[in-house]
Nanobody
Framework: EVELVESGGGRVQAGGSLRLSCAAS????????MGWIRQAPGKEREAVSC????????NYADSVKGRFTISSDNAKNTVYLQMNSLKPEDTAVYYC?????????????????????WGQGTQVTVSS
């Protein structure tokens, strides 16, 4: 059974930075794409980024483009989300999840319903 464990969430002031990590196990990491999806209270889930573990292709939602950077370390079976210039509207629970393949470079991430296995999530709170 696929296991995904997120960490790195917390509380930060607007303009600050956080780095989320997602440790994956029990599947062949490099054969999958990995994504970060967030859900704010009362809002729908939003896929914010995706990375192909095999070739490094990345996608970003317009809402985070230029501020967030996704990366992966195949040797550690871990995917990261570096979040800079955080805004109060970035407050949400952030989940990592598996996908078959990201969209082509420059495209938005796949829709949230297309992601397969999900972690338990990590809370990010940005105060103004």
């Amino acid at each position: 059974e696929v296991e995904l464990v997120e960490s790195g969430g917390g509380r930060v002031q607007a303009g600050g930075s956080l780095r989320l990590s997602c440790a994956a196990s029990r599947f062949t990491f490099e054969n999958f794409a990995m994504g970060w999806i967030r859900q704010a209270p009362g809002k729908e889930r939003e896929a914010v980024s995706c990375i192909n573990s095999r070739d490094g292709t990345t996608n970003y939602a317009d809402s985070v483009k230029g501020r967030f950077t996704i990366s992966s370390d195949n040797a550690k079976n871990t995917v990261y989300l570096q979040m800079n210039s955080l805004k109060p509207e970035d407050t949400a629970v952030y989940y990592c999840a598996t996908h078959g393949v990201c969209r082509s470079t420059g495209s938005p991430p796949p829709t949230t319903s297309d992601f397969g296995n999900w972690g338990q999530g990590t809370q990010v709170t940005v105060s103004s």
